[in-house]
């Protein structure tokens, strides 16, 4: 997801919940297709819920 600043964010949850990307808060312009595969997810609570198909436009898993 990217915010209306441009920071981006593993999902539309964690952007409503102002859980930035892993490190640094990287923006939109700085994106790097190579540094955002080898990143780690941002995970919580509130995951379980697209995990279960529960989520609102998630309906997968987490690797």
Do not use: K
């Not at 509130?46 to 998630?58: D, E, I, L, V």
């Amino acid at each position: 997801s990217v915010g209306w600043d441009g920071q981006l964010y593993d999902c539309d949850f964690n952007q409503m919940l102002e859980l930035p990307l892993a490190g640094e808060r990287p923006h939109v312009a700085d994106f790097d297709p190579a540094a955002w595969r080898a990143r780690p997810i941002v995970t919580d609570r509130h995951c379980f819920g697209c995990t279960a198909g529960h989520g609102s436009s998630c309906g997968g898993a987490t690797a």
